[in-house]
């Protein structure tokens, strides 16, 4: 008997020495975790932000690069030519259309991040619809319109009408102000780059 009552007084001291060492988290501790966690999510959501429109803008542009390549084999064998157009609304995205020479859809449509838009290497604004078109040879042909923009061997602008010899650029940007250009070379090859004065 006086061994079973020893027996639960030390059980029960050893259940309030578990109860005491098992106590909550505090309030302070609680709110030092919060301010933590509020100061990283400051400095890493517009990081994130910034990362995720670069990613959209070289997505973008990649996907267009692609799109002009098949373009280009298009035109070959199919024995036509091919007219790449981009045109970008006021306050719409830039859509691309891939006609041949009848008129014919080659590649369907492709509408562009909404947050990437077309601009000159400066940020500037242009004029659209581009257009750039593939004989059937799948060479680069001048089409005569006054909105593209032609560059020079170094990557600067030519300031006059594109002609059959110029490497012809489009240049994009995002939100940021961050710019790719994708430049298409007489000889139809294309190439992109986060602009500067890249020419091919």
């Known amino acids: 008997m006086f061994v079973d009552s020893l027996t639960k007084q030390r059980k029960t001291k050893r259940m309030s020495y578990r109860l005491k060492s098992m106590s909550g ?3 302070i501790e609680t709110v030092v975790v919060i301010a933590i966690i ?5 400095i890493g959501v ?3 932000l910034d990362w995720n429109r670069q990613a959209k803008l070289k997505s973008a542009v990649t996907n267009l690069y692609g799109q002009l390549s098949l373009a280009r084999m298009s035109a070959i064998n199919q024995n036509t030519s091919v007219t790449i157009t981009l045109s970008q609304p006021a306050a719409s995205p830039i859509t691309v259309t891939f006609l041949n020479s009848a008129g014919g859809t080659v590649l369907p449509a492709l509408t562009l991040d909404s947050e ?8 500037g604004a ?8 593939f004989n059937a040879m799948g060479l680069r042909k001048d089409t005569g319109n006054a909105n593209n923009l032609c560059v020079t061997s170094t990557g600067a602008y030519t300031g006059g009408a594109c002609t059959a010899t110029s490497n012809q650029a489009l240049n994009f940007k995002n939100t940021k102000d961050v710019n790719y250009r994708l430049v298409v070379l007489p000889t139809g090859k294309s190439s992109f780059c986060v602009v500067g004065t890249c020419a091919q």
């Open 126 to 133: 242009v004029t659209s619809p581009q257009d750039i078109q």
């Open 116 to 123: 990437v838009s077309l601009a000159t290497s400066s940020n």
């Open 38 to 42: 509020g100061i990283l999510a400051a």
């Open 46 to 48: 517009p990081n994130f």
């Open 25 to 27: 988290v505090s309030l």
